[in-house]
């Protein structure tokens, strides 16, 4: 579905912001872009979606060169959530906002009521409907921003940090419409620094340091590799620091708390 072959490309300012990038994400995965600031995570979406061409080498989406595709074009298929919501929102209330892409879209009066009222529903937003998406705060922007996203029902959703400004609810919330996504066999790419949220979730993970890629594999194995995440300056999820630690372990590293409650409980009564 995706496919970046030895891509580079170089920033107006000299910096090389993809490094000979390899990598093919296969319709209706999840996967998960990690890495310090600066490793290239939202340069190489932002090639997904054609607001970025590549200086070298190809990015195809859906076997179609995004050099010779038109990110109005790209964008019916692939729909992103950058990580500053202020890019992104411009229409004077959030039902106007949720509108837009649906007129332009083609879609008819009536879908574009229902999807609206679908969104604002299940983003916690239908008490802003005739607001500003201005006065919103800045979890709620990004709310709206999914919300108007996944209106228009693209293969490909992008979410560039979704959980920044996002408290333990609406995070919870987040993870279920990720799974919501993949159960409609949609291609989901989320770039983060949220370790601890991506880890029950377990998405393939992309370990990106300097423009290159160097990791790629499931979280279950990824995530224990110390060494590796260390030098992309990546925190382990403390589950698996948890498991690790331990001298007598279960078969695999816990997913949730409750496991591990549930584990050490069995394990050390007397």
């Not at 990598?23 to 490793?39: D, I, P, S, Y």
């Not at 070298?56 to 919501?85: H, I, Y």
């Not at 500003?132 to 228009?152: D, H, N």
Request: aromatic content about 6%; overall charge negative; proline content about 5%.
């Amino acid at each position: 579905m995706i496919e970046f072959r030895d891509v580079t490309f170089v920033h107006q300012n000299g910096v090389k912001a993809l490094d000979g990038v390899s990598l093919r994400v296969e319709a209706g995965e999840f996967v998960a872009l990690v890495g310090e600031n600066g490793a290239g995570k939202t340069t190489l979406v932002k090639h997904v979606t054609g607001l970025l061409k590549p200086a070298s080498g190809s990015v195809l989406v859906d076997g179609v060169d995004t050099r010779e595709a038109s990110t109005a074009q790209l964008s019916r298929k692939v729909g992103v959530a950058f990580q500053n919501p202020d890019h992104q929102l411009f229409s004077e209330t959030v039902e106007e906002e949720m509108s837009f892409a649906l007129r332009n879209f083609g879609f008819s009066p009536e879908l574009v009521r229902n999807r609206v009222a679908w969104g604002l529903e299940l983003f916690g937003l239908e008490e802003y409907r005739r607001s500003s998406p201005l006065v919103l705060s800045g979890g709620e922007k990004k709310r709206l921003t999914l919300a108007c996203i996944l209106a228009w029902d693209p293969q490909v959703v992008i979410l560039d940090e979704p959980t920044v400004g996002q408290d333990a609810i609406q995070k919870e919330r987040l993870a279920g419409t990720i799974q919501m996504l993949k159960s409609a066999g949609k291609t989901v790419l989320v770039v983060s620094h949220d370790i601890e949220f991506l880890w029950p979730i377990q998405p393939r993970v992309v370990v990106m340091k300097g423009g290159r890629v160097v990791g790629d594999g499931p979280s279950a194995d990824l995530m224990q590799d110390r060494d590796l995440l260390g030098s992309a300056r990546i925190a382990q999820p403390q589950l698996v620091e948890f498991y690790q630690a331990l001298h007598r372990r279960p078969v695999a590293p816990f997913v949730h708390a409750l496991d591990a409650a549930r584990w050490a409980g069995e394990t050390l009564q007397p």
